[in-house]
């Protein structure tokens, strides 16, 4: 079974990163919670004139790109010039003796006339479109429907520790198989980057960013533990401040992860050079991290102060090999990853650094469970002083 989904997943990521070429690398969809639907050229009907464009529609399971070609000396490319959320969006046929196969897409931020070419292109669409609806407003039901449940019992599952009892009775957990959306911010879990936690107080299923809280249990000794923001404020007496409540209820980009903070629970982390295969620039450094809680993804960032990643790259997937005599590399301690159309190089400092880097890329790649190696203390130490030079090339 294990097999089976990491091979589904494999090849998720796959047609995602088919797409994030496709679209310049300019979008950020390459993320485990994202299913690519359905994509292909239809024609767009101008709402003033009535005439027909060519455009290019991007299905996924959260919502609709609408794009336009750009011109390229290599390769078509194509940029969004709308994104239609899924939550909210209505179907609607439009076709006339006049205006065949047409059909009117409408959603919170725009409506698109659309015409198929043909009446099997235009049922494809019709069909993809509809089901995708269902299927993320069966989903919001379902949460729903738990939320009435837990509503019914005070939000307070079966003999846990009603407001007066909180911190001192622990709680009966609630089973997160049972629970496939965030109950705080309703975000869906995923194995990868959005994982399940329990708050050690009400006993609720709630993802990371929603139980980044500490707070002191009197049945656990009154050591500090992990809980939601409800019962933080609940606990505590107080809201959180102002700067650890943004960063816990604002919905981050997949990239805004301090990279000291992300470095101090990672699974791998170094300064390595690297350069991207018909990118175009030349080799340059970074600093890499693999965070523990996200262990399946790479992070690359300017300097290990950075508050923001430069790009994020899913592993999953990705083939890990030493440089051939074809790829021409001039480095030593080389190495790269490669999938699909996309191929990465690498080069450390040292034949220890290299193998362990291959070591866990390999195995992320797979995959598979990664242990922490913990922070390389001694990169940071060598190459402290040159942080401030990152990101020239060599």
Known sequence: IVCVCVCVLQERMRKLLKVYELLGGEEDIVNPTNELIKEGHILKLSAKNGTSQDRYLILFNDRLLYCVPKLRLIGQKFGVRARIDVDGMELKETSSINVPRTFLVSGKQRSLELQARTEEEKKDWIQAIQATILRHEQTLATFHHLNCSLRDEDYTPPNSPNCSELGTRAPTPIREKEVTLCMKCQEPFNSITKRRHHCKAC???????????????????????????????????????????????????????????????????????????????GWQKAWFIIP????????????????????????????????????????????????????????????????????????????EELQAHGLIAEALEEEGEESATLGENT
């Open 203 to 281: 006993g609720h299923v709630v993802c990371g960013k929603c139980s980044e809280f500490r707070a002191r249990l009197l049945y656990d000794n009154n050591r500090a533990n992990r809980v939601c923001i409800d019962c933080y404020t609940t606990l505590v007496g107080a809201h959180p401040s102002p700067a650890c409540l943004t960063s816990s209820v604002r919905r981050r980009s997949i990239l805004e992860k301090q990279a000291s903070v992300a470095a101090e629970n990672s699974v791998m982390c170094s300064f390595l050079h690297h350069m991207e295969k018909g990118g175009g620039r």
């Open 292 to 367: 523990e809680n996200e262990p399946l993804v790479l992070y690359i960032y300017g300097a290990p102060q950075d508050v923001k990643a430069q790009r994020s790259v899913p592993l999953i997937g990705f083939e890990v090999s030493l440089p051939e005599s074809c790829d021409r590399l001039e480095r030593r301690f080389a190495f790269k990853i490669s999938q699909s159309h996309l191929t990465l190089y690498f080069s450390a400092d040292g034949e220890e650094l290299q193998r362990r880097w291959i070591e866990v890329l390999s195995r992320a790649g797979r995959g």
